[in-house]
């Protein structure tokens, strides 16, 4: 069974920090892009930051502001990608998810984490 499971989330005050984690299993982590996307209330969800299974290269959405002060990275041996943020902003609060993506021969294998939630205070 393919699971993958955030952690990390919590309330925080502007300008703080917290580091999230996406906890993945039942698939080959190593042939896997890995995502973070956030969803804000009444907002759609949007891509934040992306890091790549080969050369983990990133690649930061230049339209949601967080480069300089969010970091992507992953462990290849605990199959994890944690997501550290820092100089919180309010507008930063949503629900972040982390996504495992790859194609193969035309298909799309797609997977989502159920979410965690982020809430910083002005």
């Known amino acids: 069974e393919v699971q993958l499971v955030e952690s990390g989330g919590g309330l925080v005050q502007a300008g703080g920090s917290l580091r999230l984690s996406c906890s993945t299993s039942g698939f080959t982590f190593d042939d896997y892009a890995i995502g973070w996307f956030r969803q804000a209330p009444g907002k759609e969800r949007e891509g934040v930051s992306c890091i790549s299974p080969s050369d983990g290269s990133v690649n930061y959405l230049e339209s949601v502001n967080v480069k300089g002060r969010f970091t992507i990275s992953r462990d290849n041996a605990k199959t994890t990608v944690y997501l550290q943020m820092s100089s919180l902003k309010p507008e930063d609060t949503a629900v972040y998810y982390c996504?495992?993506?790859?194609?193969?021969?035309?298909?799309?294998?797609?997977?989502w984490g159920q979410g965690t939630q982020v809430t910083v205070s002005s």
């Open positions: 996504n495992g993506e790859r194609r193969l021969f035309g298909k799309t294998y797609n997977y």
